[in-house]
């Protein structure tokens, strides 16, 4: 069964605080991404990866960055936590060509206080 | 540019009704995928269905069945008999071009009552 899993479901951390979200996939898919969640505004992109080190901004990277130093690890960091980046976090990967459907991993609720 | 609409923001039907999910998309490709998504309240995202836009035939899987109109840039999806397991939110979403990217709707939650 195919998988992807974040390192919580649910965080809080303080504001100034730097937070590192980790994803794992056990797929070998070559592409991974981090999205946001918010209510209303559906699903929007921040970071994406099309394979180790590699990497390109979403729709909104503005507070974040990324890092991809294994093809199965993703990771999405705020490097100072703000109440504005408070969301749900959610990760995905899939196959490199065709644009295939993404799997997700369960998401990571984050208050930042 | 690229953009998905699902106007309906809430639906709640009783047990055993139809309920169609309405998605309309923009895009200046000729050639794209559509998807659509369930995410239950446990929260992860599962996949449903891809289409690719050369292909117009509508899909019929169990309960489910979707409806593809170029023509009005719809893709539309339909739970026939709906139970309560089926309350959910339900995104659509749209890919194309050079990258992988996907564009996704702002969901649609169904509300399935006994």
């Known amino acids: 069964d195919v998988k992807v899993t974040q390192s919580s479901r649910y965080l809080v951390k303080r504001t100034g605080e730097k937070v590192f979200l980790e994803c794992v996939q056990d797929?070998?898919?070559?592409?991974m991404f981090w999205y946001r969640q918010d209510p209303g505004l559906g699903l929007r992109l921040i970071y994406f990866?099309?394979?180790?080190?590699?990497?390109e901004k979403g729709d909104i990277p503005e507070g974040y960055s990324v890092s991809r130093e294994k093809k199965e690890r993703f990771s999405l960091i705020l490097e100072s936590a703000s109440t504005n980046q408070t969301s749900m976090y959610l990760c995905?990967?899939?196959?490199?060509?065709?644009?295939?459907?993404?799997?997700f991993g369960p998401g990571t609720r984050l208050t930042v206080l | 540019a690229q953009k998905v609409t699902q106007a309906q923001t809430e639906i709640s039907v009783v047990e055993k009704e139809d309920v169609t999910l309405d998605c309309v998309y923009e895009?200046?490709?000729?050639?794209?995928?559509l998807f659509w998504y369930k995410q239950p309240p446990s929260g992860e995202l599962v996949f449903l269905i891809r289409r690719n836009s050369f292909d117009e035939q509508n899909e019929i899987s169990g309960r489910y069945s979707w409806n593809f109109q170029k023509s009005t840039s719809s893709f539309n999806f339909t739970i026939t008999a709906s139970q309560v397991v089926d309350s959910a939110v339900y995104f659509c979403a749209l890919g194309g071009g050079a990258t992988n990217k996907l564009i996704f709707g702002t969901g649609t939650l169904l509300a399935v009552q006994p």
């Open positions: 995905a990967s899939s196959l490199p060509s065709g644009l295939r459907e993404q799997f």
């Open positions: 990866s099309y394979d180790v080190k590699m990497k």
């Open positions: 797929m070998d898919h070559e592409n």
């Open positions: 895009t200046r490709d000729t050639t794209y995928y």
